[in-house]
């Protein structure tokens, strides 16, 4: 059977290795020139199984209300005409219900814990590098009030299989040297040590170079203009239009979707909604200059929701996240926040002054949880809507998709879509 994938992100380019594997001829499909072009391009560099809560979660609104007109709130809602946010939005909040946050936190969990034997099993297969390290997450505290309440996450974690302990400020030192100059502002920390982290993009083309050694077509720089349905409402191919204007249809047998944040606009003419929306957020990549004086372990700061991971000889600080439609320009007051973080952190370590920011969309749903499975077109299938884990989550999503649509049930306590 011929798959074509649609998008070669992180979602993409795993899913064509797990269909290769299960035996299904693959082709793939991007608009760009390469593979991780757009949101795969430059994230947060965590494999961050500690992570599964949602941001729709019961404390979420009082948050965003909060920091309502603040230029530097690590949330933000920047609210537009567009009818597709509004109700994404609506569906965000009653998301946050206790009884709907506490579902998708245990489905994520348990397809995170899942996703990360499937990397691990895959890097030692393939041998891949990407400036991986397993040196675990260190989930940082400035808030008394946070930090009392890091001993109960650490138990409803265990409860998920996944291993945390809460450490003190010495603790989090020991682990983590290069924290010290920051030291006396931290109230403790929650460490994962069965977490990970490197660089996506560096994964995700590596990965799409084995895919191509397996005999796959990979279609660069062509643009998916629309999907052709047949006359009984199957899928049955693909327009395309490349760089110079031409345009060309592609068949299969079958057709996975994962073109982020874009997959809900080609799909509206066929009359599927998905509820799917892009969520901005920011990075910065910053050389170090003074190795010692660097982090190795991953951080994730709890109080103003920034990530961070050691890239080989640059560190890679991510954050915020804000639904403002698609625009991906770079506005200085965001990545402020995100700079300074990294400043008053590692003062010596990082040369500031080399740094490169970035934009991406995170394709998410209102409860983060993302769509595997069969569409309600025949032929049609999902991988995608992987918010902020798609990096964490990647390999099990598309392992999983490749196991049903070889008609057998992943072993993962997750919601796969099941229609049509
Ligand atoms: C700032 C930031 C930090 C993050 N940090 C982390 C992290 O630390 N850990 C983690 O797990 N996740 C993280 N994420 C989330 C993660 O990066 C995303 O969930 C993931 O990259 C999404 O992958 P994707 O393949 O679905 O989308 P993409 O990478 O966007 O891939 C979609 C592909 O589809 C292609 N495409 C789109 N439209 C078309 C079209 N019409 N025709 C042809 N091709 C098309 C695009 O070119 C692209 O290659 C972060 C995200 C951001 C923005």
């Known amino acids: 059977m011929h798959v074509l994938v649609l998008g070669a992100g992180l979602s993409g380019v795993t899913t064509a290795w797990y269909l290769s594997q299960a035996g299904f001829r693959v082709s793939l499909v991007d608009r760009q020139a390469e593979a991780a072009c757009e949101t795969s391009f430059a994230n947060g560099g965590q494999i961050s199984i500690s992570h599964p809560e949602p941001w729709a979660n019961p404390s979420a609104p ?26 994404w939005g609506a ?117 799409a170079t084995e895919v191509s050694r397996t005999g796959a077509a990979l279609h660069w720089s062509k643009e998916v203009t629309a999907l052709h349905a047949n006359p009984d409402g199957s899928i049955g191919g693909v327009d395309v239009r ?65 990530v961070c991971s050691r890239l080989g000889q640059h560190l890679r600080v991510a954050g915020t996240a804000e639904l403002n439609g698609f625009d991906t320009r770079i506005r200085p007051e965001r990545v402020a926040p995100i700079l300074a973080w990294a400043s008053t952190h590692f003062p010596e370590a990082l ?22 499975g069969r569409s309600a077109r025949q032929k049609l299938w999902l991988n995608t809507g992987h918010g902020t884990l798609g990096w964490t989550l990647a390999c099990g999503s598309a392992a999983a998709l490749a196991q049903l649509m070889q008609g057998r049930v992943p072993p993962v306590a997750f919601p796969f879509l099941r229609t049509g």
């Open 351 to 372: 040369d500031l002054a080399g740094a490169e920011s970035w934009a991406g969309l995170r394709p998410a749903t209102p409860g983060n949880l993302p769509l595997i």
């Open 62 to 87: 009082g948050l965003i209300l909060r920091w309502l007109g603040r230029d530097e709130a690590p949330l933000k809602f920047r609210p537009s005409g567009d009818p597709a946010q509004w109700r």
């Open 242 to 306: 490349d760089t110079a204007g031409r345009t060309a249809r592609l068949e299969a047998d079958a057709y996975v979707l994962c073109l982020g944040s874009y997959g809900p606009r080609l799909l509206a003419p066929l009359g599927l909604s998905l509820p799917i929306y892009p969520v901005k957020g920011y990075s910065v990549t910053i050389p170090i200059v003074k190795p010692e004086h660097a982090p190795k372990v991953s951080l994730t700061d709890e109080s103003r929701r920034i």
């Open 91 to 207: 569906r965000f909040l009653f998301e946050c219900l206790p009884a709907r946050a506490r579902r998708n936190t245990a489905a994520i969990a348990a397809l995170a814990v899942w996703s990360g034997m499937q990397l691990r099993a895959l890097r030692t297969q393939l041998g891949l590098e990407y400036d991986q390290l397993e040196r675990g997450i260190l989930h940082l505290f400035h808030d008394r009030a946070e930090f009392a309440r890091a001993s109960a996450r650490a138990e409803a974690l265990r409860a998920f299989g996944i291993e945390a302990r809460p450490c003190s400020r010495d603790q989090c030192l020991a682990l983590e040297p290069a924290l010290s100059p920051h030291a006396h502002r931290l109230a403790g920390g929650l460490f994962a040590p069965g977490d990970e982290s490197g660089d996506a993009r560096r994964f995700t083309r590596a990965l």
